[in-house]
């Protein structure tokens, strides 16, 4: 397969993943959308690395993917502190948390 293949597809999970982010209210669904854009990311490191013939992209796939798990925990812990503070998980309620 070409580069240009993995490119594309990259390419279409990024902007599907920044419609999820800038359409949704849903903080969960918004977390999934941020985790689709990582991937995408990890799709661009690791197709350049296989075309350079080199393993520092899967390399930085591997330091994305640590941090992408971090950000799941800080943002799920996230989300269930605003579901006990509102009862809804309504991303555009945040701003009424303000004290």
């Known amino acids: 397969m070409m580069l240009n293949n993995f490119l594309l597809l990259g390419a279409v999970l990024f902007c599907t ?6 359409a949704r209210k849903n903080g969960v669904l918004v977390l ?9 990311v990890n799709i661009n490191l690791v197709a350049f ?3 350079n013939h080199t393993i520092a992209g899967q390399v930085f796939a ?13 943002g ?3 989300v269930l502190l605003i579901y006990r503070n509102r009862r809804s998980i309504d991303v555009t309620e945040i701003d ?4």
Not at 62 to 74: C, K, M, P, S
């Open 96 to 99: 009424l948390m303000k004290g």
């Open 32 to 40: 999934m959308a941020v985790e689709l854009i990582l991937n995408a």
């Open 76 to 78: 799920l812990a996230i």
């Open 17 to 22: 993943g920044v419609y999820g982010v800038l």
């Open 49 to 51: 690395g296989a075309f």
């Open 62 to 74: 591997l330091f994305v993917i640590a941090i992408a798990a971090a950000e799941v925990g800080v």
